[in-house]
T-cell receptor
Framework: DAGVIQSPRHEVTEMGQEVTLRCKPI?????LFWYRQTMMRGLELLIY????????DSGMPEDRFSAKMPNASFSTLKIQPSEPRDSAVYFC????????????FGSGTQLSVL | QQPVQSPQAVILREGEDAVINCSSS?????VHWYRQKHGEAPVFLMI?????EQKGHEKISASFNEKKQQSSLYLTASQLSYSGTYFC????????????FGRGTQLTVWP
């Protein structure tokens, strides 16, 4: 089992550019979560999918952020346009069914917006 | 929505014990505990579901008091490998999927 796979591991971009983060959940997992981690705010839940359907996107900070899950094995988080305050580590996590089961986290994407 | 963890930081000598607390202003259905080492992803330790049960994982155990809406993580006879940041995550049964994490407790174990 390869675990949750995120790409890229590091992303450095300039303000105003579009950024796309990718995630492949563990096969057979029905729930997928995107979290953002910063020193100031800790781990923030951005959006949660269940069976490829967005269930709760109340944590998405602004319209600049969007997430999709076109199939059970792939999800993207897009920021357009990016701003320096978006700099953070973005984690994708999956679980078999819901938040009442353990989450498996990917290695994260370290995003730096200059 | 974010649970409150205490203390923010703990420094221990190898072999000493520690308790990390997690409390919520909302009714809880589940409490997760994760450990994150610097530069790595959080790793699952245990999950406690509504029912007040206590769980154990090696020398790490946790309790869940749903009436008080709080959970505690107990680390006994700490080892150097226990160093890291511990997060509790809380979920409400009616808000399935919304797992909110606390700010974390940084644990440092010295030899």
């Amino acid at each position: 089992d390869a675990g949750v796979i995120q790409s890229p591991r590091h992303e450095v971009t300039e303000m105003g550019q579009e950024v796309t983060l990718r995630c492949k959940p563990i096969s057979g997992h029905n729930s997928l979560f995107w979290y953002r981690q910063t020193m100031m705010r800790g781990l923030e839940l951005l959006i949660y999918f269940n069976n490829n359907v967005p269930i709760d996107d109340s944590g998405m900070p602004e319209d600049r952020f969007s997430a999709k899950m076109p199939n059970a094995s792939f999800s993207t988080l897009k920021i357009q346009p990016s701003e320096p305050r978006d700099s953070a580590v973005y984690f994708c996590a999956s679980s078999r069914d819901s938040s009442n089961e353990k989450l498996f986290f990917g290695s994260g994407t370290q995003l730096s917006v200059l | 929505q974010q649970p409150v963890q205490s203390p923010q930081a703990v420094i221990l000598r190898e072999g000493e014990d520690a308790v990390i607390n997690c409390s919520s202003s909302k009714a809880l259905y589940s409490v997760h505990w994760y450990r994150q080492k610097h530069g790595e992803a959080p790793v699952f330790l245990m999950i406690l579901l509504k029912g007040g049960e206590q769980k154990g994982h090696e020398k790490i155990s946790a309790s869940f008091n749903e009436k008080k809406q709080q959970s505690s993580l107990y680390l006994t006879a700490s080892q150097l490998s226990y160093s890291g940041t511990y997060f509790c995550g809380t979920g409400g049964g009616s808000t399935l999927g919304r797992l909110y994490f606390g700010r974390g407790t940084q644990l440092t174990v010295w030899p």
